[in-house]
Structures are given as structure tokens and as C-alpha cells.
Nanobody
Framework: QVQLVESGGGLVQPGGSLRLSCVAS????????LAWYRQPLGTNQRDAVA????????IYRESVKGRFTISADNAKGTLYLQMNDLKPEDSAVYYC????????WGQGTQVTVSS
């Protein structure tokens, strides 16, 4: 059973930075795509934020381009999301998602950007 465990969320002021991590039991090398999604509190909308597709290319949501960076460390079995210049509209629960035989989701980590 694949388990994804996120960490790194928290409260940060506008303009600040956070790095989210997602550790996959059994590693990440067998997954075809890796991504971060987010769901603003009080909504049912989950949107892709950043994705690493087959071949290693990264795709970003327009609103986070130039501020967020997705990366993966196969040796550590970990997916990261470096978030810089955070804005209040980035506040959400962030989920890591990995696609293999099916999609797997972590439990989420909350990010709150507020002064």
C-alpha cells in the first residue's frame, strides 16, 4: 500500500517562503508523474499547482510561475515544493499526488499566508 506523507506547511507572512516535502513509502521512481495540488479552505476545488511529467519536465500553474519550484529526489523518495514570495491567495491545503497504477494522494498540509 502506497502512503504519501506531506510536511512543511504552516503560517507565513506575505513575501515569505516555505518548502513542502512529500515522502512516498517505497520510493518515487515507479511513478509516471508527480504533482502538488491545493485546495483553498472552505472550497471543494482542488487545482494542480505544479507537476513533473514523464521525462522530468515541470509544469506550473500560471499564478505560481517564477515563485514555486517542484523537484524530486529519487534517492530519498521525496517530492518537494519550494514556495517563495508567498501571497495570501496561496493559502490552502496542499496535497502531493503521484500516478502509478492509479493516483495516490497524501493527507495534505495546510499553508496559511497572512500578516
Amino acid at each position: 500500500q502506497v502512503q504519501l506523507v506531506e510536511s512543511g506547511g504552516g503560517l507565513v507572512q506575505p513575501g515569505g517562503s516555505l518548502r513542502l516535502s512529500c515522502v512516498a513509502s517505497g520510493g518515487i521512481s515507479n511513478f509516471g508523474a508527480l504533482a502538488w495540488y491545493r485546495q483553498p479552505l472552505g472550497t471543494n476545488q482542488r487545482d494542480a499547482v505544479a507537476t513533473i511529467v514523464s521525462g522530468g519536465r515541470a509544469i506550473y500553474r500560471e499564478s505560481v510561475k517564477g515563485r514555486f519550484t517542484i523537484s524530486a529526489d529519487n534517492a530519498k523518495g521525496t517530492l518537494y515544493l519550494q514556495m517563495n514570495d508567498l501571497k495570501p491567495e496561496d493559502s490552502a491545503v496542499y496535497y502531493c499526488v503521484m500516478w502509478g497504477d492509479r493516483d495516490y494522494w497524501g493527507q495534505g498540509t495546510q499553508v496559511t499566508v497572512s500578516s
